[in-house]
């Protein structure tokens, strides 16, 4: 709902809401450098001394700033302010200016960057996904075959999806009867299908299996059909996790979870573990895509938010191909950043 708001807003009166984003601009700088003189504060935001002395005489008659001889100091209602409105800043304005430094730094096909933390704001997550399936929307096309991989962000998708095309076909990227129903990549097939009118394949194939067995299953009609699909599929949507968490996740053996710590992994995708380097140290034998698969697709989307994925992502964008899309938060962008 608020998203919804928040969009007919910025169609009808974009003004509005920029209008606002300055101010809360300058109140977030009095708050961090306080006291502060008019013409300190001009200097910091890149505005003139008479634009500035308007949008102060505003602030302090709505009773958000104090100035007194020793300069501009922020009052408990706009401090109050400021905490108020930082869950829904995200909703409002994504970082740009911080995607257009990482397309620098990176040869990504293209990357998007959210406000915020997704670890403290569950908002940013849902902005993320929102975002995802916005992007994925637009390169949906009629029969488009797409490889989708389990997981909390994945489970959000279908909640945003919007096809304008038929004959969409979601399958599972890989086996995962390890984990939690509701994020295993079947679920989310069903429900992505679900709410495109699409159709739908499901993998049943656990998210460890021995060599002999992996062998035997591949035999199998169902598991030949999405092997076969997951080739010919030309999206890509997943996450990325940290190593650990997942490992706990899918409740693989003591023993692989110390070879995770000794080999210092730090993220993982598709059942690949890799440390800081990129270097895969650790391999699930599961049915399903493999990362070599990856840069043969038209779009890989993938999408990670949080404080405690940073280092995941940072060690993943030394594997990634360069045919991804990548959407993260603010936190993780401006660790990228160093």
């Avoid at 408990?76 to 930082?86: D, K, P």
């Avoid at 430094?101 to 406000?115: A, G, N, P, T």
């Amino acid at each position: 709902m608020w998203q919804s708001l928040i969009d007919i807003q910025k169609s009808i009166v974009p003004d509005m809401l920029s209008h606002m984003l300055k101010r809360l601009n300058i109140l977030s700088c009095i708050k961090n450098e306080q006291p502060i003189g008019r013409r300190t504060l001009a200097r910091e935001l890149g505005m003139t001394e008479r634009v500035l002395r308007s949008e102060v005489d505003n602030l302090l008659e709505l009773d958000l700033i104090k100035v007194e001889s020793k300069g501009i100091s922020i009052s408990e209602s706009g401090r109050q302010t400021l905490i108020n409105v930082e869950p829904f800043l995200t909703l409002i304005e994504n970082r740009d200016d911080l995607a257009l430094q990482l397309k620098e730094k990176y040869s990504l096909k293209d990357i998007f960057v959210v406000r915020g933390d997704a670890d403290h704001n569950s908002l940013v997550k849902e902005e993320l996904v929102r975002l995802m399936a916005g992007e994925l929307t637009a390169n949906l096309l009629n029969g488009t075959i797409v490889s989708v991989a389990g997981g909390s962000t994945m489970a959000l998708v279908s909640k945003f999806l919007k096809p304008k095309h038929d004959n969409l076909l979601f399958i599972p990227a890989r086996g995962g009867l390890g984990e939690d129903v509701a994020l295993q990549a079947n679920s989310i097939v069903s429900r992505l299908a679900e709410a495109t009118s699409g159709e739908h394949r499901m993998l049943y194939a656990p998210d460890s299996i021995s060599k002999a067995s992996l062998e035997l299953l591949k035999e199998e009609p169902m598991v030949r059909e999405i092997i076969d699909l997951n080739k010919r599929s030309s999206l890509v949507i997943h996450g990325i996790g940290d190593a650990l968490q997942m490992a706990s996740r899918r409740n693989v053996t003591p023993d692989v979870i110390s070879k995770l710590e000794n080999d210092n992994a730090v993220g993982e995708v598709f059942g690949f573990y890799f440390d800081a380097d990129g270097n895969v140290v650790h391999k699930v034998d599961t049915i399903g895509l493999q990362l070599a698969d990856l840069k043969n697709k038209d779009s890989i989307f993938a999408v990670a938010g949080g404080d405690g994925k940073k280092e995941a992502v940072k060690a993943y964008l030394k594997l990634a191909p360069e045919n991804t899309i990548l959407f993260i938060d603010e936190v993780i962008a401006e660790h990228l950043l160093g």
